[in-house]
């Protein structure tokens, strides 16, 4: 699974922040599924080259927001969304919604804009809007 996550040490973001994102993002696209084991904390943390205490933050983080649930013999997995949670936290995100980012995405590769400043527009926007 950690393919699916990494870490800019040089970004503004934290690493424990840039960690939940991208699991609770990984979960909003359907890519970790109700059930998905996650890495044990301390593997997660050697792959990415970081302390386990930041995956940990992250983990309870997104334990926090009923994304994912630690079970004792199971590790950790990806949570049973509760009922009338969001689309955004239940892994059903609309097909026109991942079509529309997806087309944003390739409009700034394109311009050959930064991740980072394309996730600060889109943040700008939202915060407007």
């Not at 993002?25 to 996650?38: E, H, M, N, P, Q």
Request: positive net charge; without cysteine.
């Amino acid at each position: 699974m950690n393919a699916g996550v990494s870490v800019d040490l040089r970004s503004a973001t934290p690493p424990y922040e840039q960690i939940r994102s991208q699991i609770s993002s990984l979960i909003a696209t359907g890519d970790l599924g109700v059930g998905s084991r996650l890495p044990t904390v301390r593997s997660l943390a050697a792959d990415l080259g970081i302390a386990a205490g930041t995956v940990s933050r992250a983990y309870k983080e997104l334990e926090a927001a009923g994304l994912i649930e630690s079970r004792r013999r199971n590790g950790t997995v990806v949570a049973e969304p509760a009922p009338g949670a969001s689309a955004r936290s239940n892994g059903t995100v609309p097909e026109a919604v991942t079509a529309a980012v997806d087309l944003l995405i390739n409009a700034g590769r394109d311009a050959r804009l930064s991740d980072q400043l394309l996730l600060d527009l889109v943040r700008g926007k939202l915060q407007k809007g």
